[in-house]
T-cell receptor, first 113, second 111 residues
């Protein structure tokens, strides 16, 4: 089915470990986004990529890096995980300036101990 | 910072009743969207209303937008237990096209 695929679905890291969250979309969307969702905080934008080859910081970029590998794939990297990065991470994509809505992946639940 | 804020934070109703939730935002927008999130799942797009529109319908959903008050409402008519979920509004500031989300309204529909 067309949509946004995120891997892994669950991950437990120790403080200081690194990992990359993968995201791929097959809808030929130009724009892709990474959000984190914490209880009572809603969704907060970490980074986004308006088009292939560009990335920009969102509201909470500290501690993260991103790579827009190609039009389909947008990865999020935690270089040195901290307990404050325990969260649920969502990738989303959109085309046509979002006029068709944003399509979300099912999320990655990350725990840093 | 959150651009949109939903109200109420939580809403509990009986099946068959209507559910109304509101969203207020701070700056001029291009579009306003509503999303649903079932527990443990990703967000699902429900409806988009443009800044030059005042009302939009989709099935049992009715969305209104009042740009003078910087507010929107989502009405779910004849609610069902399956409507139990969190509902989020998302706005993109004029010229930005980057959506920012509120904290959501948690809706529980009792059978």
């Amino acid at each position: 089915n067309a949509g946004v695929t995120q891997t892994p679905k669950f991950q437990v890291l120790k403080t200081g470990q690194s990992m990359t969250l993968q995201c791929a979309q097959d809808m030929n969307h130009n724009s892709m986004y990474w959000y984190r969702q914490d209880p009572g905080m809603g969704l907060r934008l970490i980074y986004y990529s308006a088009s292939e080859g560009t990335t920009d910081k969102g509201e909470v970029p500290n501690g993260y890096n991103v790579s827009r590998l190609n039009k389909r794939e947008f990865s999020l990297r935690l270089e040195s995980a901290a307990p404050s990065q325990t969260s649920v991470y969502f990738c989303a994509s959109s085309g046509r300036q979002g006029l068709d809505g944003y399509t979300f992946g099912s999320g990655t639940r990350l725990t840093v101990v | 910072s959150q651009q949109g804020e939903e109200d109420p934070q939580a809403l509990s109703i009986q099946e068959g009743e209507n559910a109304t939730m509101n969203c207020s935002y701070k700056t001029s927008i291009n579009n306003l969207q509503w999303y649903r999130q079932n527990s443990g799942r990703g967000l699902v797009h429900l409806i988009l209303i443009r800044s030059n529109e005042r009302e939009k319908h989709s099935g049992r959903l009715r969305v209104t937008l009042d740009t003078s008050k910087k507010s929107s409402s989502l009405l779910i008519t004849a609610s069902r237990a399956a409507d139990t979920a969190s509902y989020f509004c998302a706005t993109d500031a004029r010229g930005s096209y980057i959506p920012t989300f509120g904290r959501g309204t948690s809706l529980i529909v009792h059978p």
